[in-house]
T-cell receptor
Framework: EAGVAQSPRYKIIEKRQSVAFWCNPI?????LYWYQQILGQGPKLLIQ????????DSQLPKDRFSAERLKGVDSTLKIQPAKLEDSAVYLC???????????????FGQGTRLTVV | AQSVTQLGSHVSVSEGALVLLRCNYS??????LFWYVQYPNQGLQLLLK??????LVKGINGFEAEFKKSETSFHLTKPSAHMSDAAEYFC??????????????FGKGTSLLVTP
């Protein structure tokens, strides 16, 4: 089966500009995650969707970050305006259903590497 | 909140030597634990997971991990390192509930270097 697709792979922008990332999860996967991975750190959950509804966005900096998942399939993550500290790899992941991850698996995309200069 | 701590941000082993990557968890209830591997410029790939069925868990690529409740640990091991094992390794714990859904809370990662 096709994996989680993300685009673009790399993006360089100036601070205060806006940027958007796109994610296409594995077909049929109800749960979609966006993680932020800063260099030298583990991935940090930004937002979690079940179908097209948000179930957890407690760690999303809502003053500048937004995300949507239209029709419960593709998702976009936007940053506006970007700051230097937003430089990171943004990972999208998906899992089937809403079951515990002990009973299923979260599959990760290759990520988008964002550099803010 | 449940969390994991990975001891050692960098580990270096010789090819053929034992690999030991350490992970300790903080949880008031038995957690579900995971090890993921990340190769350069790639996403994360699941190596293995502990789901309380067995304390010794075997994963892909010859890796295994043992859940030790008395030590609150879930260390990852491989008897003989291969050059292709060089990568970043992340320990993670499942968080959430049936209302909010389930996600992974990751440690900071351990970079494994394998030398000839």
């Amino acid at each position: 089966e096709a994996g989680v697709a993300q685009s673009p792979r790399y993006k360089i922008i100036e601070k205060r500009q806006s940027v958007a990332f796109w994610c296409n999860p594995i077909s049929g996967h109800a749960t979609l995650y966006w993680y932020q991975q800063i260099l030298g750190q583990g991935p940090k959950l930004l937002i979690q969707f079940q179908n097209n509804g948000v179930v957890d966005d407690s760690q999303l900096p809502k003053d500048r970050f937004s995300a949507e998942r239209l029709k419960g399939v593709d998702s976009t993550l936007k940053i506006q305006p970007a700051k230097l500290e937003d430089s990171a790899v943004y990972l999208c992941a998906s899992s089937s259903g809403t079951a515990r991850l002990s009973n299923t698996e979260a599959f990760f995309g290759q990520g988008t590497r964002l550099t803010v200069v | 909140a449940q969390s994991v701590t990975q001891l050692g941000s960098h580990v270096s082993v010789s090819e053929g030597a034992l690999v030991l990557l350490r992970c300790n968890y903080s949880s008031s209830v038995p957690p579900y634990l995971f090890w993921y591997v990340q190769y350069p410029n790639q996403g994360l790939q699941l190596l293995l997971k502990y789901t309380s069925a067995a304390t010794l868990v075997k994963g892909i690529n010859g890796f295994e991990a043992e859940f030790k409740k008395s030590e609150t640990s879930f260390h990852l091991t491989k008897p003989s390192a291969h050059m292709s094992d060089a990568a970043e390794y992340f320990c993670a714990v499942e968080v959430g509930d049936s209302n909010s859904g389930y996600a992974l809370n990751f440690g900071k990662g351990t970079s494994l270097l394998v030398t000839p």
